[in-house]
């Protein structure tokens, strides 16, 4: 649908979605109240109440009777990994403020079938295995997810192979060390029931819903830089804003 022919609402909508994503508007902010909205963007009160219902109905905002409607975060969102590059490419910084990752894991391993058939690599071998869980400001663990990368990286990133955050992420890493630059995405999610590592990750009943992605970073010559997979709890809304 082009812009022209998006309804005003959702116009409003999808900005103040990509605020909120990049955490331009964080968990706690007041929204421009309606009376704002309208004057802002030149819209009716009439509508600008209706993006107010809008992010309330998606679990992006919230309303307290006698206050302002405020951004909410915590329990709804959930940042892909596409989110995730663009941060780190715009900002240089993958997470939003209060948000913080955990590196449980960093060694060499033998991928599952589906990476190593993505990354070339033959039965047996061994790729760099970054995993990782990824909590709130309210430290509640919102998303748990495993990064790989071909192996030659970790002689030109040897961070990789360290269990510590890498200031920045990966992506500018990589870059800084090879000159390569992730400069677009794939992602692909389905439903699933959580396995009884991903519930304990996610401090869930083993079994119950989750959001399951697998996702690639390719540099400008479309060459793979990295394969990963996360899940999320159910009940997390994934906002896509164009």
Known sequence: MSLERTPPYLQVVAELKQKIVSGDLKHGDKLPSVRDLATEYGISTAT??????TLKAEGL???R?????????????????????EAALTTGRIYADGEYAVITGADLSEPPEWVADLLDIEAGGQAVRRQRITHNSEDQPVSASTSWFARELADAVPALLVRDRIIGGTPSAIEAATG???????EATTAAAASEEQAQALGITTGAPVSLSRNVYVDAQGDL??????????GRWRVHHS
């Open 180 to 186: 390569r630059r992730a400069v677009a995405s794939e």
């Open 48 to 53: 600008a109440q209706k993006v107010h219902r």
């Open 65 to 85: 009777q006698g206050a302002a409607t405020t951004v909410s975060t915590h329990r709804t969102l959930h940042r892909t990994a596409a989110d995730r590059l």
């Open 225 to 234: 830089i990295e394969v990963g997979e996360s899940v999320a709890p159910a």
């Open 61 to 63: 905002a919230e309303a």
